[in-house]
């Protein structure tokens, strides 16, 4: 029992003091203070927790949850994410109006929910996991209740994604009649040694759990939801949802691919490599004809979920550490970016258009700098995090037998570039318009550093990570 | 014929029925008491196949909590019909007839023949089904799971709230 | 007539209902009505994974579908309050009219 309880301590922790959290902001007067401190020590902890767990190795709670490893890592990710959202949020909700207290609860419940999904050993918590951290995003974005534009975005998100729940759920429903179990590691055993029910139905159910995973994960041809909800939902929880909700889907497609690749190796294969390619170049392509910061960004989230699904084509261990390294770094950089974003963004989504960052250069030179670093780790220039972490994913694709791929992802790239660097062009060379209030940074300044230190020290010594991911798929998973 | 199998093709056909009113009935009244009764008759064929506490179940929870929260916002909104069904009956809503249909004549195609081999009822549904043998499985083996649903009830309670309420006084 | 239910007349059954519910969704615009929708594409996997467990004799499929009870539970709060507050702020529950934003 203890041993099961420390395999999930980051998560057991989590779950507790937000619920303490909760209890905080009923219990204190004027607690929004109180409660954002309380909120990032807890995040700051369940990081230090999964650290801690990181050397542990096993399986809890009657087969249910792996601890250690690749759950652990992943643990110290989400946490990373929330901590970078909610050192950012509080200056923005009071700069919107919505400083409720709840947003922070919510921001650990949906950590909580991610952290679920990296644990899951058994299809019955990757969906528990999946519902905790979807209901939380549903909730998140539609948090400007007041604003047409964040509940039309909560209520795209939640149809959409309720309809893909379905489908996930099939899909589970079918995976277990076919193979007769639930827990993945039977399911692989029974794969490998063909003793299944019904052979017919597994291809049946892999495809519907491709279709609810994409789905989270925003691949094409499951994607259209992202630019709406991206767009219309508050900027920090668009930083959140786009890149911690996007680790977590491909936390749950990691270990999934792992048990289910060999029920249909080379049919598998294909489908996420077509899957890539189009996402890749729907993404970009579509991001080229953006005006609007926010979805441009959105696209270009979009087309990284491209990307990285390279790195399941491959399904080597190779291509699962480029995933993983291509995570972390794409967690910063598009965090970074999007924290940019909140700070210039003005209360009734003012300073959203491209327009508006024409000269920014000459009154944030700071900002308009770490803009420029963002766009080209974005964009995958060396020697930024995002190049090494497009290298990987490129060369696995190689490796695996898809140069096609590899050529469809360096011409999307390229495509990337152009608004990527167009960004940067109207920042340094054209002239601002118009005089504007000032913009303080505040909290978020410290966000912004940490993001910018994990691009650059991802992008000038990217081997550390890149052992540690290699070395979490080692074992057995 | 065995009563099982009178049960059974009598709560499909009305499963299907209330489904297909579910989706074509224009006042959002008349949806929700057929999907009220599409719920019966799952928890009808739920007994067919010895699962009697998941029946009481699916009554309590779905029609007795869900759909009384769902009647109960049509009510408050003071909804009427969906106006103009008919004109937007579009390329799309075509496709997805078309493609719907096809899938069905499909699983009718495959499933005729008996792919599966089970013919009966496992000897051990009888002793699944009973709400004592789940009650043991639940706090034993499930009890990882059984804790983390708390925490998804919880946000929701906490987000309806959130969401739902017109003003915020500080 | 056969004397027994063979397993696929459950699971062809589920599948009807399953596409019957996603046709919904598909054309339905008021969304209260896609959300009933798809309620009853999960009521649809329910049906699939109890047959499974009574007829594999396994009790995980039944343990499953209180799961996903709760998560449906759940969905329908966070859902109608979403309805709500779209009510609320465009005096619409279509979602066709719901488009200040590009699809």
């Known amino acids: ?140 974005s539609g948090y400007m209740r007041n604003n047409a534009k ?55 159910g892999v495809a519907l759990i491709v279709i609810g995973l994409s789905f989270k994960a925003a691949a094409f041809p499951f994607h259209q939801w992202a630019p709406d909800v991206y767009q219309g939902a508050p900027t920090i929880v668009t930083a959140f949802m786009s890149t911690a909700g996007k680790a977590a889907a491909f936390a749950a497609f990691i270990p999934i691919v792992t048990v289910l690749m060999p029920s249909a190796p080379v049919k598998l294969q294909m489908i996420f490599a077509v899957m890539s390619a189009a996402t890749m170049l729907i993404g970009n392509i579509s991001a080229l004809a953006q005006t609007n ?33 291509y995570l972390t770094a794409y967690m ?60 990987f994913l490129f060369t696995a694709a190689i490796d695996a037998g898809f140069l096609w791929l590899t050529l469809v992802g360096v011409l999307s790239s390229i495509i990337s570039v152009y608004f990527y660097i167009g960004l940067i062009v109207k920042m340094y060379f054209t002239e601002p318009e118009g005089q504007r209030e000032d913009n303080e940074v505040g909290m978020s300044g410290l966000s912004l550093i940490i993001t910018i230190a994990g691009v650059i020290v991802l992008g000038i010594l990217p081997s550390g990570i890149l052992s540690i991911a290699s070395n979490l798929f080692n074992s057995t998973h | 014929m065995s009563l099982h199998v009178i049960m059974f093709s009598l709560l499909a056909i009305l499963a299907i029925a209330t489904g297909v009113l ?14 009220i009764l599409h719920f019966f008759a799952l928890s009808g064929l739920y007994l067919t196949l010895n699962a009697q506490f998941l029946a009481a179940v ?111 006084d500080k | 007539m056969p004397q027994n239910i063979p397993l696929e007349y459950y699971l062809a059954l589920s599948a009807i209902m399953f596409v019957i519910g996603a046709a919904g969704v598909v054309t339905r615009r008021n969304a209260i009505i896609i959300f009933m929708c798809i309620e009853m594409m999960l009521n649809a996997v329910n049906l699939t994974l109890v047959s499974f467990s009574s007829y594999l004799g396994d009790a995980s499929g039944q343990m499953f579908v209180f799961f996903v009870m709760a998560v449906a539970a759940a969905e329908a709060a966070v859902g109608l309050a979403i309805v709500l507050s779209l009510f609320r702020s465009s005096q619409t529950v279509y979602v066709d009219e719901v488009n200040l934003m590009k699809w």
Do not use: C, W
Request: glycine share 8%.
């Open chain 2, 58 to 168: 699916q009554i309590l929870v779905y029609a007795g909590a869900i759909m009384v929260l769902v009647v109960f916002v049509i009510m408050l909104l003071n909804l009427g019909k969906e106006q103009n069904m008919r004109e937007n009956f579009n390329p799309r809503t075509a496709i997805t007839i078309a493609m719907s249909a096809a899938l069905i004549m499909q699983l009718v195609l495959t499933f005729t023949g008996n792919p599966t081999g089970k013919n009966q009822l496992s000897a051990a549904s009888e002793k699944i089904g009973s709400p004592a043998e789940i009650g043991n499985i639940l706090y034993s083996t499930y009890i990882f799971p059984f804790e983390a649903i708390s925490l998804l009830l919880l946000v929701a309670v906490v987000g309806s709230i959130i969401l739902a309420k017109r003003t915020v």
């Open chain 1, 150 to 204: 964040s509940v039309e975005s909560s209520l795209k998100y939640f149809l959409l994604g309720a309809f893909a729940t379905g489908f996930l759920v099939y899909g589970i429903a079918l995976i277990y009649g076919s193979t007769g179990s639930m827990d993945y590691n039977q399911i692989a055993l029974n794969i490998n040694n063909n003793a299944l029910n019904f052979p017919a139905l597994l291809p049946v």
């Open chain 1, 332 to 391: 910063f950089m598009q965090i970074g970016s999007f924290i940019i974003v909140a700070i210039l963004e003005r209360n009734g989504e003012k300073y959203l258009e491209l327009s508006d960052y024409a000269g920014l250069s000459k009154r944030h030179p700071v900002l308009a700098a770490f803009m420029t670093i963002f766009m080209f780790s974005l964009a995958g220039i060396p020697p930024f995090a995002g190049f090494f972490g497009k290298y």
């Open chain 1, 1 to 140: 029992m203890v041993q099961d309880l420390l395999f999930t301590a980051p998560f057991t922790f989590l779950s507790v003091m937000a619920i303490i959290a909760m209890v905080l902001d009923a219990l204190i007067v004027n607690s929004s203070r109180i409660t954002f401190i309380f909120s990032a020590i807890t995040l700051l902890f369940s990081g230090i927790l999964g650290i801690s767990t990181f050397g542990l190795h096993g399986i809890g709670f009657n087969g249910m949850v792996t601890g250690g490893g690749f759950a652990a890592y992943f643990d110290i990710l989400f946490s990373i994410g929330g901590l970078l959202t909610i050192l950012t949020s509080r200056q923005y909700l009071q700069r919107e109006n919505i400083e409720h207290d709840e947003f922070y609860s919510l921001v650990l419940f949906a950590v909580a929910g991610m952290m679920l999904i990296a644990h899951s050993n058994h299809l019955l918590i990757l969906f528990i996991g999946i519902e905790v951290m979807s209901v939380s995003f549903y909730i998140l």
């Open chain 2, 22 to 35: 579910l989706v074509t009935r224009r006042n959002p009244v008349s949806a929700a008491v057929s999907l």
């Open chain 1, 293 to 325: 910061i926010k979805r441009m960004l959105a696209f270009s989230s979009v087309a990284h979920a491209g990307y990285i699904m390279m790195g399941l084509v491959s399904g080597s261990q190779y291509g699962y550490s480029g995933i993983v390294f």
